[in-house]
């Protein structure tokens, strides 16, 4: 299941990368579900599909296509640069297990780096929450296993 059309069958509306996001805060209230003011577009998709989509998934589902600001260090998305390479696995409405196409492009990833001099990641309002220790880590080509601090991928 992609979030999107998932989101966009809960509601009865389609719900597109491109739906502005005073109609999705419109939509939050509609149906009940808290967002910060400060949300933005994808964020408030995430808090949607998570309060009225992930619940009814009692099967196992994999969830795909996920906005950027779900998996900051994920890849970008190969068709739409807005959404992440990553998935979840939902078995009785709860999330089960995950994954993601790791980001590994230094420039990037030190974009998202809250230690970073450069712009945050297109698409996202904050930057990712890594650590000066593993950036340092990371971008020195260090083996992904020495970066303890990202997950458990490299062991």
């Known amino acids: 299941m992609k979030v999107y059309p998932g989101l966009s069958e809960a509601l009865g509306e389609e719900i597109t990368l491109d739906t502005p996001v005073e109609r999705l805060r419109e939509i939050a209230a509609e149906r009940g579900v ?8 994808g964020k408030i998709v995430m808090e949607l599909f998570g309060e009225l989509v992930e619940p009814t998934l009692l099967q196992p589902t994999f969830v795909c296509d996920y906005p950027a600001i779900a998996q900051p260090l994920a890849r ?13 696995l939902i078995i009785g409405g ?9 980001l590994v492009d230094p420039v990037i990833s030190a974009r998202c780096s809250p230690s970073s001099p450069w712009p945050r990641r297109p698409g996202t309002r ?3 929450s890594s650590t000066r220790t593993s950036w340092r880590l990371w971008s020195s080509a260090a083996p992904r296993w020495a970066a303890w601090g990202w997950g ?4």
């Open 34 to 41: 808290a967002v910060d003011p400060a949300f933005e577009a």
């Open 76 to 88: 970008p998305h190969r068709d739409d640069p807005r959404m992440v390479e990553a998935w979840d």
């Open 94 to 102: 709860m999330e089960r297990g995950t994954g993601f196409s790791e």
């Open 126 to 128: 904050r930057r990712c």
């Open 152 to 155: 458990s991928t490299g062991w």
